[in-house]
């Protein structure tokens, strides 16, 4: 099995990743958390992670983190998964960077369904006429608003229809994993793509697949769209 390095190992996600990851063929032996993580050898900082226990590293820490993450990953020439979300423009940059020597791909969402959602919204460009919005919810304790995939489906559909769009509608409250809905209204017609993510292993599986694939990469930055047909 590959050694699979966790940061943010101690959190809901890092669960997630620990439950699945044995099926996915990797064995997890360390990660990086604010706790201890039972089986595994866990850190606190990441620059104490040890490169002989790593084939491939996953994060789905916090910003505060990516710029460490990024620069032990290089400096260890480990690929890289990355699902942090509310990163910088700047740290956006390091990814780019960062491919340059590793196999780096980051995703604000991690869901291979959102993937395919965001080759969908090509075809809105055909559509005249019609008003677009992204609406997006969110269980309370989320921090970014909008979120990283409302902002990421901004992106695509702002480049399918070759017009900005208004901001994405935000919406916080209970314990909503993600519902993502793309409008396109016409005066006649309304057409709604929507994503709803059931459970937070959806995202776990994503990564994982991610990481498989980006383990037989050259250096580059990568995108979950390029995993798809993997």
């Known amino acids: 099995m590959k050694k699979l390095a966790i940061i943010g190992a101690s959190g809901r996600m890092g669960a997630e990743l620990l439950t699945l990851a044995a099926e996915n063929q990797f064995a997890v032996a ?58 910088s423009l700047e740290q956006k940059k390091r990814f780019s960077d960062a491919g340059q020597t590793i196999a780096a791909l980051w995703a604000p969402n991690m869901s291979l369904g959102i993937a395919v959602l965001a080759r969908m919204l090509n075809e809105l460009r055909n559509l005249k006429g019609f008003e677009f919005q992204i609406e997006e919810l969110h269980h309370k304790r989320k921090k970014d608003k909008p979120s990283g995939t409302a902002l990421f489906l901004q992106e695509k559909l702002e480049a399918a229809i070759g017009e900005e769009a208004p901001e994405p509608l935000a919406i916080r409250g209970g314990g909503i994993f993600g519902i993502h809905r793309v409008w396109a209204m016409g005066e006649e017609e309304t057409i709604t793509l929507e994503h709803n993510a059931i459970n937070r292993r959806v995202f776990a599986r994503g990564a994982l697949k991610a990481a498989r694939w980006l383990m037989s990469q050259k250096p580059g930055l990568y995108t979950l769209n390029d995993t798809l047909t993997a």
Do not use: H, Y
């Open 30 to 87: 360390t990660g990086v958390g604010r706790k201890q993580v039972d089986g595994i050898t866990m850190v606190d900082d990441v620059s104490k992670l040890n490169a002989s226990d790593v084939d491939v590293v996953i994060d789905f820490s916090l910003p505060e983190l990516t710029d460490d993450v990024i620069a032990w990953c290089v400096a260890n020439k480990k690929p890289l998964v990355s699902g942090v979300t509310g990163i």
